[in-house]
T-cell receptor
Framework: RKEVEQDPGPFNVPEGATVAFNCTYS??????FFWYRQDCRKEPKLLMS???SGNEDGRFTAQLNRASQYISLLIRDSKLSDSATYLC??????????FGSGTKLNVKP | DADVTQTPRNRITKTGKRIMLECSQT?????MYWYRQDPGLGLRLIYY???????NKGEISDGYSVSRQAQAKFSLSLESAIPNQTALYFC??????????????FGEGSWLTVV
């Protein structure tokens, strides 16, 4: 079983839509969780950390469900510029990061 | 200027050739990593280093070697390149004890094509 699993998509949504991605992780002792954004042929960049209490940054909301071992990312009022691949990242043991394969989002006019 | 710099950014090389990808960082982080990314497979860890004297194999280290020349420099070598090493390679750094917490920062990537 993979350490981190994501639906690869693509999610094709119109501008203004709300879209949500989930990511499941296998190590119940994991402590740190992140969402990264990666544009085509570019490096991944931190979008937001995911805290136990959930956190929001503008149109983006991240949540953690420890009982079911998943994290989620909600994007409201999607913009064309949100089109990218979103990577789920888990840091279970202070040694290595584990990356999901990414979920591709296409926001269309 | 980028905090994590990779050179070369693009390289085409022939099968059997030796090639080195270099990474330098100005973030002052102790931990450095090399990943490769292939379509549909996500990021896979090749090697990682927690300080100058510490080198560890990742999940796909066969065919690769690394050198941590200084805190700021971590290079990846392909001793005898083969076509299935064609990929996008990323260097990354992190500092779990620092102000950035457990965040990992990536260089801009090195596109390597082996023909």
């Amino acid at each position: 079983r993979k350490e981190v699993e994501q639906d690869p998509g693509p999610f094709n949504v119109p501008e203004g839509a709300t879209v949500a991605f989930n990511c499941t992780y296998s190590n119940s002792a994991s402590q740190s969780f992140f969402w990264y954004r990666q544009d085509c042929r570019k490096e991944p960049k931190l979008l937001m950390s995911v805290y136990s209490s959930g956190n929001e940054d503008g149109r983006f909301t991240a949540q953690l469900n420890r009982a079911s071992q998943y994290i989620s990312l909600l994007i409201r009022d999607s913009k064309l510029s949100d089109s990218a691949t979103y990577l789920c990242v888990v840091f279970p043991n202070f040694n290595k990061f584990y990356f999901g394969s990414g979920t591709k989002l296409n926001v269309k006019p | 200027d980028a905090d994590v710099t990779q050179t070369p950014r693009n390289r085409i090389t022939k099968t059997g050739k030796r090639i080195m990808l270099e990474c330098s960082q100005t973030k002052g982080h102790d931990r450095m990593y090399w990943y490769r990314q292939d379509p549909g497979l996500g990021l896979r860890l090749i090697y990682y280093s927690f300080d100058v004297k510490d080198i560890n194999k990742g999940e796909i280290s066969d065919g690769y070697s690394v050198s941590r020349q200084a805190q700021a420099k971590f290079s990846l070598s392909l001793e005898s390149a083969i076509p299935n090493q064609t990929a996008l390679y990323f260097c990354a750094t992190s500092d779990p004890d620092g102000s950035s917490g457990n965040t990992i920062y990536f260089g801009e990537g090195s596109w390597l094509t082996v023909v």
